[in-house]
């Protein structure tokens, strides 16, 4: 028994080492399912910082119409999102006062 596993060691090693190598290979931490899986992260990730960019751009440029220079038509937009006052798809008309 031990003369057959002494001739057959060379196989038995390489054997074991494929199947070592074919395991981390595909599983593990450095492994391909693991590269997929970190891929599909990366991806999701870029796409929330592509949103939240846009987010950004946009406060700072609602900011900018506060701060820099008051827009009046900003500001009526915030008062009726805020108080309610109005409703969408409404119609504004605007009456003058006669003076006769």
């Not at 002494?6 to 054997?15: A, D, G, M, T, W």
């Not at 009526?76 to 006052?85: A, G, M, N, P, S």
Request: proline fraction near 0%.
């Amino acid at each position: 028994m031990l003369l057959k596993i002494k001739k057959n060691l060379l196989i038995y090693l390489f054997s074991f080492l494929m199947i070592y190598f074919l395991i981390n290979l595909f599983g593990g931490e450095r492994g391909l399912f693991s590269y997929f899986k970190k891929k599909h992260e990366l991806t999701n990730l870029k796409n929330e910082e592509d949103e939240l960019t846009k987010k950004i751009v946009d406060l700072e440029f609602k900011n900018s119409l506060l701060v820099d220079k008051i827009d009046l038509d900003y500001i009526e937009t915030l008062i009726r999102k805020k108080f309610l006052y109005g409703r969408d798809n409404e119609t504004i008309y605007i009456l003058k006062k006669d003076e006769s």
